[in-house]
């Protein structure tokens, strides 16, 4: 199992960015997947899950309204879009399958 993130970076307040998963080495359509992200001295966390074909999302109560996953299973990617990003959400983000997989992470840093 192989999953590699994509499309971090540093972002103004109030600003957005695409972060995207590319999966390989399973049967994507058939595994949830997930965003998780930890920030400098605190736990991981997670912020937001879709399931195996794309009709249930859930999202962390610090994101809702801001954040949106998706998938194309086509592609086998899963992508975190991420609007209206403030300070706080300047973390590390994890791409994660429900097997227990993880990927390397991707910074996300949002400051003036």
């Known amino acids: 199992v192989q999953l590699v993130e994509s499309g971090g970076g540093l972002v103004q307040p109030g600003g957005s960015l695409r972060l995207s998963c590319a999966a390989s080495?399973?049967?994507?359509?058939?595994?949830?997947m997930s965003w998780y992200r930890q920030a400098p001295g605190k736990e991981r966390e997670s912020v937001a899950r879709?399931?195996?074909?794309?009709?249930?999302?859930n999202y962390a109560d610090s994101v809702k309204g801001r954040f949106t996953i998706s998938r194309d299973n086509a592609k086998n990617r899963v992508y975190l879009q991420m609007n209206s990003l403030k300070p706080e959400d300047t973390a590390v983000y994890y791409c994660?399958?429900?097997?227990?997989?993880w990927g390397q992470g991707t910074q996300v840093t949002v400051s003036s």
């Open positions: 879709i399931s195996s074909l794309g009709g249930s999302t």
């Open positions: 080495g399973f049967t994507f359509s058939s595994y949830a």
């Open positions: 994660f399958q429900q097997m227990g997989f």
